[in-house]
Protein backbone atom coordinates (compact mmCIF):
# COMPACT_ATOMS: atom_id res chain seq x y z
CA UNK A 1 0.00 0.00 0.00
CA UNK A 2 2.33 2.80 -1.41
CA UNK A 3 0.44 5.68 -1.75
CA UNK A 4 1.67 9.09 -3.74
CA UNK A 5 -1.61 11.35 -3.41
CA UNK A 6 -3.41 9.23 -0.49
CA UNK A 7 -2.68 8.87 3.23
CA UNK A 8 -4.31 6.39 4.71
CA UNK A 9 -5.14 5.42 8.07
CA UNK A 10 -6.51 2.40 9.96
CA UNK A 11 -7.25 2.40 13.39
CA UNK A 12 -10.09 0.00 15.39
CA UNK A 13 -10.88 -1.30 11.78
CA UNK A 14 -11.88 2.46 10.67
CA UNK A 15 -9.92 3.38 7.47
CA UNK A 16 -9.43 7.11 6.94
CA UNK A 17 -8.47 8.05 3.36
CA UNK A 18 -6.95 11.47 2.79
CA UNK A 19 -6.63 12.73 -0.97
CA UNK A 20 -3.69 14.57 0.02
CA UNK A 21 -2.41 17.15 -2.68
CA UNK A 22 -3.56 20.13 -0.76
CA UNK A 23 -1.66 22.92 -2.94
CA UNK A 24 -4.28 21.87 -5.77
CA UNK A 25 -7.27 21.64 -3.49
CA UNK A 26 -7.19 17.92 -3.49
CA UNK A 27 -7.80 17.92 -7.00
CA UNK A 28 -8.26 14.15 -9.05
CA UNK A 29 -5.21 13.80 -11.40
CA UNK A 30 -4.03 10.83 -12.77
CA UNK A 31 -2.38 9.51 -10.13
CA UNK A 32 -4.99 9.92 -7.75
CA UNK A 33 -7.45 8.49 -9.28
CA UNK A 34 -5.29 4.59 -9.73
CA UNK A 35 -4.38 5.38 -6.19
CA UNK A 36 -8.20 4.98 -5.19
CA UNK A 37 -8.98 2.53 -7.34
CA UNK A 38 -6.23 0.26 -5.86
CA UNK A 39 -7.55 1.42 -2.50
CA UNK A 40 -11.11 0.35 -3.82
CA UNK A 41 -10.62 -2.94 -5.80
CA UNK A 42 -7.64 -4.39 -3.53
CA UNK A 43 -5.98 -2.92 -0.88
CA UNK A 44 -8.90 -2.23 1.02
CA UNK A 45 -10.69 -5.32 0.61
CA UNK A 46 -7.56 -7.32 2.13
CA UNK A 47 -7.49 -5.14 5.36
CA UNK A 48 -8.64 -7.28 8.37
CA UNK A 49 -11.88 -6.54 9.86
CA UNK A 50 -12.41 -3.57 8.28
CA UNK A 51 -15.73 -1.38 9.50
CA UNK A 52 -15.95 0.73 6.74
CA UNK A 53 -13.97 3.83 5.20
CA UNK A 54 -14.10 7.43 5.65
CA UNK A 55 -12.51 9.79 2.44
CA UNK A 56 -11.97 13.09 3.34
CA UNK A 57 -9.47 15.93 2.21
CA UNK A 58 -6.07 17.31 3.16
CA UNK A 59 -6.21 20.54 4.93
CA UNK A 60 -9.44 22.65 5.57
CA UNK A 61 -10.04 24.23 2.77
CA UNK A 62 -10.71 21.45 0.08
CA UNK A 63 -12.79 18.27 0.03
CA UNK A 64 -11.55 17.89 -3.20
CA UNK A 65 -11.79 20.91 -5.74
CA UNK A 66 -13.01 18.74 -9.45
CA UNK A 67 -10.77 16.37 -11.63
CA UNK A 68 -7.27 17.85 -12.21
CA UNK A 69 -8.04 21.01 -15.17
CA UNK A 70 -4.48 20.96 -15.65
CA UNK A 71 -4.40 17.40 -17.27
CA UNK A 72 -7.65 18.04 -19.09
CA UNK A 73 -5.58 19.32 -22.14
CA UNK A 74 -3.77 16.06 -22.69
CA UNK A 75 -6.58 14.19 -23.50
CA UNK A 76 -5.97 12.87 -27.05
CA UNK A 77 -9.25 13.60 -29.83
CA UNK A 78 -11.07 10.03 -29.94
CA UNK A 79 -10.04 9.00 -26.42
CA UNK A 80 -12.97 10.76 -24.64
CA UNK A 81 -15.44 7.47 -24.20
CA UNK A 82 -13.08 5.51 -23.20
CA UNK A 83 -11.52 7.80 -20.66
CA UNK A 84 -15.17 8.20 -19.42
CA UNK A 85 -15.50 4.50 -18.88
CA UNK A 86 -12.44 4.11 -16.56
CA UNK A 87 -13.82 6.85 -14.47
CA UNK A 88 -16.95 5.40 -14.23
CA UNK A 89 -15.38 1.81 -13.18
CA UNK A 90 -13.55 4.25 -10.46
CA UNK A 91 -16.50 5.60 -8.73
CA UNK A 92 -18.19 2.01 -9.36
CA UNK A 93 -15.56 0.42 -7.10
CA UNK A 94 -16.25 3.18 -4.66
CA UNK A 95 -20.01 2.36 -5.01
CA UNK A 96 -19.66 -1.22 -4.79
CA UNK A 97 -17.43 -1.60 -2.02
CA UNK A 98 -18.92 -4.35 0.52
CA UNK A 99 -18.36 -2.24 3.42
CA UNK A 100 -19.90 1.57 4.53
CA UNK A 101 -18.06 4.31 3.10
CA UNK A 102 -18.42 7.96 4.40
CA UNK A 103 -17.72 11.00 2.98
CA UNK A 104 -16.48 13.35 5.53
CA UNK A 105 -16.52 16.87 3.38
CA UNK A 106 -14.60 19.10 4.99
CA UNK A 107 -14.26 22.04 2.29
CA UNK A 108 -14.83 22.60 -1.65
CA UNK A 109 -16.60 19.13 -3.25
CA UNK A 110 -16.40 20.84 -7.13
CA UNK A 111 -16.89 18.56 -9.84
CA UNK A 112 -15.04 15.13 -9.98
CA UNK A 113 -15.34 16.21 -5.96
CA UNK A 114 -18.79 16.07 -5.52
CA UNK A 115 -19.07 12.81 -7.84
CA UNK A 116 -16.91 11.55 -5.13
CA UNK A 117 -18.49 12.55 -2.45
CA UNK A 118 -21.80 10.88 -4.31
CA UNK A 119 -20.05 7.57 -4.72
CA UNK A 120 -19.61 7.40 -1.18
CA UNK A 121 -22.65 5.78 0.40
CA UNK A 122 -23.30 8.02 2.70
CA UNK A 123 -22.02 12.11 3.28
CA UNK A 124 -21.32 14.58 6.05
CA UNK A 125 -20.24 17.56 5.77
CA UNK A 126 -18.53 20.62 7.76
CA UNK A 127 -20.11 23.68 8.04
CA UNK A 128 -17.90 25.46 5.28
CA UNK A 129 -18.39 22.50 2.99
CA UNK A 130 -18.97 23.82 -0.53
CA UNK A 131 -20.65 21.78 -3.15
CA UNK A 132 -21.07 22.11 -7.21
CA UNK A 133 -21.07 20.94 -10.77
CA UNK A 134 -19.36 23.36 -12.54
CA UNK A 135 -17.93 21.79 -15.50
CA UNK A 136 -19.99 23.70 -17.80
CA UNK A 137 -17.94 26.43 -16.80
CA UNK A 138 -15.55 24.57 -18.67
CA UNK A 139 -17.09 23.50 -21.60
CA UNK A 140 -17.94 19.65 -20.78
CA UNK A 141 -20.22 17.91 -18.09
CA UNK A 142 -19.67 15.68 -14.81
CA UNK A 143 -18.18 12.61 -16.05
CA UNK A 144 -17.59 10.42 -13.21
CA UNK A 145 -21.33 9.41 -13.14
CA UNK A 146 -22.46 13.10 -11.10
CA UNK A 147 -25.28 13.80 -13.90
CA UNK A 148 -27.03 10.45 -12.88
CA UNK A 149 -25.96 10.33 -8.67
CA UNK A 150 -26.96 14.06 -8.58
CA UNK A 151 -30.62 13.55 -9.69
CA UNK A 152 -30.81 10.06 -7.47
CA UNK A 153 -29.94 12.13 -4.39
CA UNK A 154 -31.71 15.50 -4.69
CA UNK A 155 -34.16 15.06 -7.40
CA UNK A 156 -34.21 16.37 -11.07
CA UNK A 157 -35.22 19.87 -10.96
CA UNK A 158 -32.44 20.49 -8.32
CA UNK A 159 -30.00 18.33 -10.02
CA UNK A 160 -30.68 19.37 -13.38
CA UNK A 161 -30.04 23.38 -12.68
CA UNK A 162 -27.08 22.87 -10.27
CA UNK A 163 -25.45 21.26 -13.23
CA UNK A 164 -26.58 23.69 -16.19
CA UNK A 165 -25.50 27.22 -13.76
CA UNK A 166 -22.58 25.87 -12.10
CA UNK A 167 -23.91 27.78 -9.04
CA UNK A 168 -22.66 26.48 -5.62
CA UNK A 169 -24.60 25.70 -2.45
CA UNK A 170 -23.47 25.26 1.05
CA UNK A 171 -23.30 22.70 3.55
CA UNK A 172 -27.09 23.67 5.13
CA UNK A 173 -28.79 23.69 1.67
CA UNK A 174 -27.32 20.51 0.89
CA UNK A 175 -28.33 19.04 4.14
CA UNK A 176 -32.06 20.55 3.10
CA UNK A 177 -31.56 19.12 -0.20
CA UNK A 178 -30.40 15.48 0.93
CA UNK A 179 -27.03 15.79 -0.77
CA UNK A 180 -25.97 15.50 2.73
CA UNK A 181 -27.27 13.92 6.33
CA UNK A 182 -25.50 15.91 8.52
CA UNK A 183 -23.28 19.28 8.75
CA UNK A 184 -21.11 19.64 11.83
CA UNK A 185 -18.37 22.13 12.88
CA UNK A 186 -15.53 22.41 10.61
CA UNK A 187 -12.85 19.91 11.90
CA UNK A 188 -15.79 17.21 13.22
CA UNK A 189 -16.55 15.41 10.07
CA UNK A 190 -14.17 12.55 10.23
CA UNK A 191 -15.14 11.93 13.96
CA UNK A 192 -18.96 12.29 13.18
CA UNK A 193 -17.77 9.92 10.08
CA UNK A 194 -16.42 7.89 12.62
CA UNK A 195 -19.72 7.66 15.12
CA UNK A 196 -21.71 6.58 12.48
CA UNK A 197 -19.28 3.58 11.20
CA UNK A 198 -19.10 2.16 14.77
CA UNK A 199 -22.44 2.12 15.13
CA UNK A 200 -22.85 0.31 11.77
CA UNK A 201 -20.92 -2.10 13.07
CA UNK A 202 -22.90 -3.31 15.50
CA UNK A 203 -24.87 -3.86 12.72
CA UNK A 204 -25.32 -7.69 10.77
CA UNK A 205 -22.23 -7.49 8.69
CA UNK A 206 -23.18 -9.55 6.02
CA UNK A 207 -26.71 -7.40 6.60
CA UNK A 208 -24.95 -4.35 6.12
CA UNK A 209 -23.37 -5.65 2.51
CA UNK A 210 -26.79 -7.15 1.52
CA UNK A 211 -27.99 -3.43 1.74
CA UNK A 212 -25.88 -1.84 -0.08
CA UNK A 213 -26.08 -4.18 -2.71
CA UNK A 214 -29.55 -3.87 -2.83
CA UNK A 215 -29.61 -0.38 -2.67
CA UNK A 216 -26.90 -0.02 -5.93
CA UNK A 217 -29.34 -2.41 -7.62
CA UNK A 218 -32.32 0.08 -7.35
CA UNK A 219 -30.57 2.69 -9.76
CA UNK A 220 -29.14 -0.09 -11.83
CA UNK A 221 -31.99 -0.23 -14.71
CA UNK A 222 -30.18 -3.83 -16.14
CA UNK A 223 -30.63 -4.84 -12.41
CA UNK A 224 -33.81 -5.87 -10.86
CA UNK A 225 -33.31 -4.14 -7.61
CA UNK A 226 -36.51 -5.97 -5.85
CA UNK A 227 -35.24 -9.10 -6.92
CA UNK A 228 -31.43 -8.54 -5.65
CA UNK A 229 -33.18 -7.22 -2.28
CA UNK A 230 -34.86 -10.95 -1.92
CA UNK A 231 -31.49 -12.51 -2.94
CA UNK A 232 -29.85 -10.41 -0.51
CA UNK A 233 -32.56 -11.46 2.22
CA UNK A 234 -32.15 -15.00 1.33
CA UNK A 235 -28.42 -14.58 2.01
CA UNK A 236 -28.49 -13.23 5.56
CA UNK A 237 -31.37 -15.86 6.40
CA UNK A 238 -29.00 -18.40 5.55
CA UNK A 239 -25.74 -16.83 8.59
CA UNK A 240 -25.95 -17.55 12.00
CA UNK A 241 -25.78 -13.91 12.47
CA UNK A 242 -29.46 -13.94 11.31
CA UNK A 243 -30.36 -16.07 14.14
CA UNK A 244 -27.96 -15.06 16.67
CA UNK A 245 -30.01 -10.84 16.32
CA UNK A 246 -33.05 -12.31 16.51
CA UNK A 247 -32.30 -14.77 19.44
CA UNK A 248 -30.50 -11.21 21.23
CA UNK A 249 -33.74 -9.33 20.59
CA UNK A 250 -35.97 -11.68 21.98
CA UNK A 251 -33.36 -12.69 25.01
CA UNK A 252 -33.24 -8.46 25.92
CA UNK A 253 -29.76 -8.52 24.78
CA UNK A 254 -26.98 -6.43 22.44
CA UNK A 255 -26.67 -9.16 19.33
CA UNK A 256 -23.27 -10.87 19.65
CA UNK A 257 -22.30 -10.81 15.11
CA UNK A 258 -19.46 -12.49 13.96
CA UNK A 259 -19.94 -11.64 10.24
CA UNK A 260 -20.94 -15.77 9.72
N1 LIG B 1 -7.64 21.34 -10.96
C1 LIG B 1 -6.35 21.74 -10.87
N2 LIG B 1 -5.91 22.69 -10.01
C2 LIG B 1 -6.83 23.25 -9.20
C3 LIG B 1 -8.20 22.88 -9.25
C4 LIG B 1 -8.60 21.86 -10.18
N3 LIG B 1 -9.87 21.41 -10.27
N4 LIG B 1 -8.86 23.63 -8.34
C5 LIG B 1 -7.93 24.42 -7.76
N5 LIG B 1 -6.72 24.20 -8.27
C6 LIG B 1 -5.46 24.86 -7.92
C7 LIG B 1 -5.41 26.28 -8.45
O1 LIG B 1 -5.03 26.27 -9.80
C8 LIG B 1 -4.39 26.90 -7.54
O2 LIG B 1 -3.10 26.50 -7.98
P1 LIG B 1 -1.86 27.54 -7.95
O3 LIG B 1 -2.30 28.70 -8.79
O4 LIG B 1 -1.71 27.90 -6.48
O5 LIG B 1 -0.73 26.74 -8.49
C9 LIG B 1 -4.66 26.23 -6.21
O6 LIG B 1 -5.37 25.02 -6.51
C10 LIG B 1 -5.52 27.05 -5.28
O7 LIG B 1 -6.70 27.41 -5.99
P2 LIG B 1 -7.21 28.93 -6.09
O8 LIG B 1 -6.08 29.89 -6.00
O9 LIG B 1 -8.09 29.01 -7.28
O10 LIG B 1 -8.05 29.04 -4.75
P3 LIG B 1 -9.31 30.00 -4.45
O11 LIG B 1 -9.54 29.89 -3.00
O12 LIG B 1 -9.11 31.34 -5.06
O13 LIG B 1 -10.54 29.30 -5.24
C11 LIG B 1 -11.87 27.43 -5.96
C12 LIG B 1 -10.98 28.06 -4.84
C13 LIG B 1 -12.19 26.01 -5.56
C14 LIG B 1 -13.18 28.25 -6.04
C15 LIG B 1 -11.13 27.52 -7.31
O14 LIG B 1 -9.83 26.95 -7.14
C16 LIG B 1 -11.82 26.80 -8.42
O15 LIG B 1 -12.80 27.32 -8.99
N6 LIG B 1 -11.31 25.62 -8.79
C17 LIG B 1 -11.81 24.88 -9.91
C18 LIG B 1 -13.09 24.22 -9.55
C19 LIG B 1 -13.67 23.44 -10.72
O16 LIG B 1 -13.96 24.02 -11.78
N7 LIG B 1 -13.81 22.14 -10.52
C20 LIG B 1 -14.37 21.31 -11.54
C21 LIG B 1 -13.27 20.80 -12.40
S1 LIG B 1 -13.93 19.93 -13.78
C22 LIG B 1 -14.81 13.09 -16.61
C23 LIG B 1 -14.67 12.90 -15.28
C24 LIG B 1 -14.80 13.96 -14.43
C25 LIG B 1 -15.00 15.19 -14.91
C26 LIG B 1 -15.15 15.39 -16.25
C27 LIG B 1 -15.06 14.33 -17.12
N8 LIG B 1 -14.68 11.93 -17.50
C28 LIG B 1 -14.33 10.63 -16.86
C29 LIG B 1 -15.02 11.99 -18.86
C30 LIG B 1 -15.01 16.27 -13.96
C31 LIG B 1 -14.56 17.44 -14.26
C32 LIG B 1 -14.26 18.40 -13.20
O17 LIG B 1 -14.23 18.12 -12.03
Known amino acids: MMYTNLLLEVQEGIAVLTINRPKALNAL ?13 KD ?20 VAGADISEFLKLEKGKGKAFAMKGHDIFFAIERFPKPVIAAVNGYALGGGCELAMACHIRVAGEKARFGQPEVNLGILPGYGGTQR ?14 LTADMIGAEEALRLGLVTHVIP ?10 ILQKIATKGPVAVTKVIEAVNAYFNYLADGYNAEADGFSDCTETTDFKEGAAAFLEKRKANFKGE
Open 29 to 41: NAQTLQEIHQFFT
Open 44 to 63: GLAIKDLKGVIVTGAGEKSF
Open 150 to 163: LIQLIGKGKAIEMM
Open 186 to 195: LGQEVAKAKE
